[in-house]
């Protein structure tokens, strides 16, 4: 599988932020989305996971094939945190047994049953992200992962990428200043929409 983008414009609140952005993202490979602070990163990454429409252009394949991991961690703090990976993995269906594999690769196994509010802001990432195990999904679509995280939490994501990537994987990564190895590089700049233009008065200004 591998992701196209087509002539994509999307907006933000009604305003269009982007237009005419266009690239493939092959297996196995990680692009990373470049930027300045609201160029419209957040905004491409939801349209791609189907959580707002495009005002044009064209994405394949379809949002079910896409796992998304937001900005904010999403979690439900009442719940333990091998309860909230038991949650997700039966919204994808995905084997009870693998929650398991989660908890491991990211170092939470020994807080598996803590409640998740509390958790610290790195742990509660931690445990955000490792619901990319249970999706069964290709492609990431990843805003800003690395918010809260020390440097080891940072490199065992890293390394959980690179291993979903080796396996025919894709990752799409919005991103400031981290650097991911092997990524291509998309700067958004280039595609800012121009904002529409202003009416002009019927009469004179006054």
Not at 96 to 104: I, K, N, V
Request: net charge negative; with cysteine.
């Amino acid at each position: 599988m591998e992701l196209i983008v087509e002539n994509l414009a999307c907006a933000r609140g009604g305003i269009p932020v982007l237009e005419n952005v266009s690239f493939v993202l092959r297996p196995g490979h990680i692009l990373a989305l470049r930027g300045p602070n609201g160029i419209g990163k957040t905004t491409l990454l939801r349209t791609i996971a189907g959580l707002q429409p495009a005002l044009s252009g064209h994405i394949s394949p379809d949002a079910d094939q896409v796992a998304f991991a937001p900005h904010a961690d999403g979690l439900k703090p009442t719940l333990t945190v091998r309860e909230n990976l038991l949650f997700w993995a039966g919204v994808y269906g995905a084997d009870p047994g693998e929650t398991d594999t989660a908890l491991a690769a990211f170092g939470l196994a020994g807080l598996a049953g803590r409640r998740a509010a509390y958790l610290s802001a790195g742990q509660k990432r931690r445990l955000a992200l490792a619901r990319l195990l249970l999706t069964g999904r290709a492609l990431w679509a990843l805003d800003e992962p690395t918010v809260s995280l020390d440097d080891a939490g940072a490199g065992l994501f890293a390394r959980m990428v690179t291993a979903h990537c080796a396996q025919g994987g894709l990752a799409l990564i919005a991103t400031h200043g981290d650097a991911w190895d092997g990524a291509e590089v998309l700067d958004l700049t280039g595609f800012r929409a121009v904002p529409p233009a202003c009416p002009a008065p019927d009469g004179p200004l006054p």
